[in-house]
């Protein structure tokens, strides 16, 4: 039973739309490296993709506000990127919230439709998301 329930979520297809997973931080001298992994779940390729991301501290404060930009996004693609968030200690990030997708538009996609399909992943621990 458990196995055919299995087999049918991996037979699922993903679902249509823009999502963006935090899957690592790590740190790299003085930058905290996040590795963020994005995919188009749309039928038609991104031209642009922006996420505008806001890191929270220990104490609840915000430690840094950036727009991390992944640029084109073929139909159906994941791509991952890692970004260094400067002087900044990973230790110290508690939260990051997806503030907002800042650009997304392709042919018959605009920025209304990605930030209404758009979903999130976490692998790193923290709290991630909108």
Same mark, same amino acid.
């Given at each position: 039973?458990?196995? !055919?329930?299995? !087999?049918?979520?991996?037979d ?6 823009l999502? #963006? ?10 930058? =905290?490296?996040?590795?963020? *992994? ?7 390729? /991104?031209?642009? @993709?922006?996420?505008? /991301?806001?890191m ?5 404060? *915000?430690? /840094?506000? @950036? ?5 084109? #996004?073929? !139909? ?6 890692r970004?260094?968030?400067p002087?900044?200690? =990973?230790?110290?990030?508690?939260? *990051? ?11 018959? *996609?605009d #920025?209304?439709r990605?930030? @209404?399909?758009?979903?999130t992943?976490n692998? !790193? ?6």
């Amino acid at each position: 039973m458990l196995t !055919a329930l299995v !087999a049918a979520a991996q037979d699922r297809p993903s679902p249509a739309g823009l999502s #963006l997973e935090l899957n690592r931080l790590e740190q790299n001298d003085q930058a =905290c490296r996040a590795t963020l *992994i994005a995919k188009n779940g749309f039928k038609e390729s /991104l031209e642009e @993709t922006a996420f505008e /991301l806001v890191m929270f501290d220990k104490a609840g404060l *915000i430690n /840094l506000m @950036t727009v991390i930009d992944f640029g084109g #996004l073929p !139909a159906g693609k994941t791509l991952v990127r890692r970004f260094d968030l400067p002087q900044t200690n =990973c230790t110290e990030i508690t939260r *990051i919230l997806v503030n907002s997708v800042s650009r997304c538009n392709g042919k018959g *996609i605009d #920025l209304a439709r990605c930030q @209404t399909s758009f979903t999130t992943d976490n692998r !790193a621990g923290i709290e991630f998301g909108r």
